[in-house]
C-alpha cells in the first residue's frame, strides 16, 4: 500500500474527503517525526512506538579503494511494533 491508497483507504473508513484524509495523515507523519526528532518516544497503543536510537563513531572502509575511514556518529529511527499490531499480522 502506497501513501495514495493509505489516503483512499482512511478516506472510505472514516467518512472523509480525500483531501482531508490526506491533511490529517500528513499532519499525524509531521508530528511524529518532530517528537522523534526532538527525542520524544511516540507510543500508540496496540500498534507500536517509534523512537530515536544512536550509533555510534566507528571505523569503515571505502570500498572502492579499501582505505579505512571514519564512519561519525548518527541518529537512527526506530519502530516497535505493538502487541495488537502482531497479532493482526500473525493472524
Same mark, same amino acid.
Given at each position: 500500500?502506497? #501513501?495514495? /491508497?493509505?489516503? @483512499?483507504?482512511?478516506?472510505?473508513? =472514516?467518512?472523509?474527503? #480525500?483531501? *482531508? *484524509?490526506? /491533511?490529517?495523515? @500528513? =499532519? ?5 517525526? #518532530?517528537?522523534? =526528532? #526532538?527525542? @520524544?518516544?511516540?507510543?500508540?497503543? %496496540? !500498534?507500536?512506538? !517509534? %523512537?530515536?536510537? *544512536? ?7 571505502? &570500498?572502492?579503494?579499501?582505505? &579505512?575511514?571514519?564512519? &561519525?556518529?548518527?541518529?537512527t529511527v526506530k519502530f516497535t511494533a505493538g502487541k495488537g499490531f502482531k497479532d493482526t499480522v500473525n493472524g
Amino acid at each position: 500500500m502506497n #501513501k495514495q /491508497e493509505l489516503i @483512499d483507504a482512511v478516506a472510505a473508513s =472514516a467518512g472523509l474527503t #480525500k483531501a *482531508a *484524509a490526506g /491533511e490529517m495523515i @500528513d =499532519a499525524t507523519l509531521r508530528s511524529i517525526s #518532530k517528537a522523534v =526528532a #526532538k527525542g @520524544d518516544t511516540v507510543q500508540l497503543i %496496540g !500498534f507500536g512506538s !517509534f %523512537g530515536a536510537g *544512536a550509533r555510534v563513531a566507528r571505523m569503515g572502509r571505502n &570500498p572502492k579503494t579499501g582505505e &579505512p575511514l571514519q564512519i &561519525p556518529t548518527s541518529k537512527t529511527v526506530k519502530f516497535t511494533a505493538g502487541k495488537g499490531f502482531k497479532d493482526t499480522v500473525n493472524g
